[in-house]
């Protein structure tokens, strides 16, 4: 793990990469704001997190961190004695973001375990049209341990566009939280889709017929494969995080957009 603070005093707000080794995007755009930003007010902590799966291009070494907070440092296992000195660094921090990318198709968009004030303004102050509020969903990852704490998916995995537009995305949550006054921050309302299961995958040719946040209509196939054939059966579903070959053993979310946050 490699931490670069910036500044002095609060706000504390943190920006993390590389909780997933095989997802470059987040630690370029830590390097990139360890060289550039200016501190203009509270600290800044930019933390690299799995600097040996990075190293060897992997997703993880031994579990994925993001499947194993709160972790144990007694562990073993790489990351599940990693996850509590992670959050070691980030207890206690006004806000945090943690970066990833995925093989899904854009557009970007941010999650979140649960809403609050400042959870409120992190989003509605990125460029996301949509956010995803997982809370039923996993506790074992960052944003469900740590309070005020976001993941942004920034784009696609190993694309630039997910580097520039990462970038572009934390500058703007900097300028939220007051740690650049360059220019001032501007909110937009966002519209919230809520997880509610995994669509699991089988074995064979994985198809996936849907973009994330694209409504399937009732009676059509949203993905299938050998073993699967997933005929969406109720209204309003949207799929989240949605793809043929980007996890094992899921094609991604069902997802219902249940209302906007307004700034
Ligand atoms: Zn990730």
Known sequence: MRLIERGSGSPRIAIVGGIHGDEPAGERIVDQLAEEVTV?????????ANEPALDAGKRYTDTDLNRTFPGDIESD?????????????LEGADAVLALHTSHSAPPPFAIYS???????????GMPVEYVVDAAYL????????LENTISLETGHQGSEEAVEFGLEAVRDFLRVHGILQDEPPTFTETTVVKVEEEVPKGEGEP???????EEIPVGEVFARDDVYTHRVKSEGTVPVLASERGYEDIFGLYGRVTGKIEP
């Open 40 to 48: 203009d007010d509270g600290t800044l902590q930019l933390v690299v």
């Open 114 to 124: 649960e809403l609050t004030e400042t959870v409120r303004k992190s989003v509605t």
């Open 207 to 213: 198809e996936v017929f849907y973009r994330n946040f």
């Open 138 to 145: 996993r506790d074992t990852t960052l944003d469900s341990m």
């Open 77 to 89: 296992d790489y990351e599940t004695a990693l996850a509590p000195r992670l959050t070691a660094i």
